[in-house]
């Protein structure tokens, strides 16, 4: 099972909007609505930011969304602040021998 | 408060073994699947294995499978992960982490416990 893809970095100016992409297979991102997403700052744990591809955990900033078109899920980022430079990674469950695959990862700066 | 307290890390010889424990509270241990996920140094997540509430579904990564055992001891909200024939490439961050109710996402992360496999 190999990782999901993503850029590995997006950049924005304080204000913008970003969006990162994350690129399955029909066995994963395509196929199911169970995408998620990840922040992790440097150090830290990861934290849950988006489940089931939209849904917003209770105490997550609005300012985060997420879509899917086909094979491909996407997190948007509004509104950009400081405080969300970060690196990203989304997850799907996957039909595969395994049960879930992460992405690459994307860096994240508010330049 | 919600929380997963990850022990056992350390340095251990390649072929060696080590056991890593994850203490949970503040939430019902038993009604929830977990999740330890690695990430080595500098890299990305990588998700490494599962186990239902009941012990009854578990998973491995193929990275994994047939030298990492998952477990769970509802009794003590605790859960592990045996790690057998260690080699380097399994040098990392481990993290233990709860499911939501369908599994289709890790809700609470612990702060992760290193592990080094290095002679």
């Known amino acids: 099972q190999s990782a999901l893809t993503q850029p590995a970095s997006v950049s924005g100016s304080p204000g913008q909007s970003i969006t990162i992409s994350c690129t399955g297979t029909?066995?994963?991102?395509?196929?199911?609505?169970?995408v998620s997403w990840y922040q992790q700052h440097p150090g830290k744990a990861p934290k849950l930011m988006i489940y089931d591809v939209s849904n917003r955990p209770s105490g997550v900033s609005n300012r985060f969304s997420g879509s899917k078109s086909g094979n491909t899920a996407s997190l948007t980022i509004s509104g950009l602040q400081a405080e969300d430079e970060a690196d990203y990674y989304c997850s799907s469950y996957t039909s595969s021998s395994t049960f879930y695959v992460f992405g690459t990862g994307t860096k994240v700066t508010v330049l | 408060e919600v929380q997963l307290v990850e022990s056992g890390g350390g340095l251990v010889k390649p072929g060696g073994s080590l056991r890593l424990s994850c203490a949970a509270s503040?939430?019902?241990?038993?009604?929830?699947?977990m999740n330890w996920v690695r990430q080595a140094p500098g890299k990305g997540l990588e998700w490494v294995s599962s186990i239902s509430s009941s012990s009854s579904y578990i998973y491995y990564a193929d990275s994994v499978k047939g030298r990492f055992t998952i477990s769970r001891d509802n009794a003590k909200n605790s859960l592990y992960l045996q790690m057998n024939s260690l080699r380097a490439e399994d040098t990392a961050v481990y993290y233990c982490a709860s499911s939501n109710p369908l599994d289709t996402a890790m809700v609470t992360w612990g702060q992760g416990t290193l592990v080094t496999v290095s002679s």
């Open positions: 029909s066995s994963d991102v395509g196929g199911y609505n169970y």
């Open positions: 503040g939430f019902t241990f038993s009604s929830y699947s």
